[in-house]
């Protein structure tokens, strides 16, 4: 299996402990991107990405390597700790630069297939909204297979996490990497995502916005062709 792991910071706290944790447990190839450290901008609302195309985005190149990693692997995980409540901005960051690619503009057509996992830590809360602020993404890319791990971990270091929470932890992990397994190459579009595609067809065949319409004619969608099998 091959897994993209997107951390939304570039130090090796708790967040990063679990998710590498997690994606052993798995186990396949693992590659790994740190945020900001490999991908650090801002998306500058010029919105060339929406109305012409993502390869007119300044930090399209940047992006490059992190995008076509997503692409290729079979499992995606995003982590962030949770920082006043949500996702850390780097993490938000990075998001942003792919809004042209959600359901309502241009999906790509090989997220259908993925499973997605969202993982946050916190010293007590705001995991489920971090989480939300991840999965909204995946989702909307076009991702059914979506799991959350969520972790109140009492400490802001890893090392101060008790030794109980950190089997507990372990526990926990070993029994959703067992899931994920069992679900490689079997991810299903789920009855949520047809709904807002049909929905959004029917706003693309509108021709609201014509970079969109051409991607979405031209794949067949408008017809009777689907993203997923
Ligand atoms: C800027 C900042 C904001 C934070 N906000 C919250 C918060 O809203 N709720 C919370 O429970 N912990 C908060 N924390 C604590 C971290 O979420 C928590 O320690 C987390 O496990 C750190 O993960 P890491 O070790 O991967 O960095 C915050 C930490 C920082 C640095």
Redesign the pocket.
Known sequence: MEIVMIHG?S?K????HIARNLALKIGGDIKEFFLPRDFGEFCIGCTKCFLESEKKCPHYDKLKPLTEAMDRADLIILAS?????HATGAMKAFLDHYGYRWMVHRPEKAMFSKQGICIS??????MKSAMKDMADSLFFWGISEIYRYGKA?F????QDVSEKNKKTIDKELSSLAKKIRRNYGKAKTGIKTKLVFHAIRLLQRKGWNKADLEYWRERGWLDKKRPWS
């Open positions: 910071q130090h706290g708790s967040t990063y700790p949770v920082y006043v409540m830590t916190a010293a007590g809360a705001g971990v400490a802001v270091k890893w």
